[in-house]
């Protein structure tokens, strides 16, 4: 199983991005999937989640700006991020718990991709 993270990139304070996360492989069913974030020299920390049945929850520090969103057909989540902030800026991760042909879950992450908000 991967999880392959894209969208990531630089904008303007302001501004707006979305990111994707496709999860590949043997699958059977994937529970939760969501985002994390991580700035050198700190912990990674939950930005936003969604469970199979799409209850979601959220960092205050990005309630109201940030909305995550998933397609089970595609077993894609995404994070629509809107009014970014510089303090925004980090790797972003995304995770899945997920479900193999019957066995688990299993945690996966994903790569990383780079979010960068100039001021």
């Known amino acids: 199983v991967q999880l392959q993270a894209s969208g990531g990139g630089l904008v303007q304070a302001g501004g707006s991005l979305r990111l994707s996360c496709v999860a590949s492989?043997?699958?059977?069913?994937?529970?939760?999937l969501g985002w994390y974030r991580q700035v050198p020299g700190q912990q990674r920390e939950l930005v936003a989640r969604i469970t199979s049945i799409g209850r979601t929850n959220y960092a205050d520090s990005v309630k109201g700006r940030f909305t995550i969103s998933r397609d089970s057909a595609k077993n894609t989540v995404y994070l629509q991020m809107n009014s970014l902030k510089p303090e925004d800026t980090a790797v972003y991760y995304c995770?899945?718990?997920?479900?193999?042909?019957?066995?688990?879950?299993?945690?996966?992450w994903g790569q990383g991709t780079q979010v960068t908000v100039s001021s």
């Open positions: 995770n899945a718990d997920i479900i193999i042909t019957g066995v688990g879950p299993y945690e996966y």
């Open positions: 492989g043997s699958i059977f069913s994937i529970n939760v």
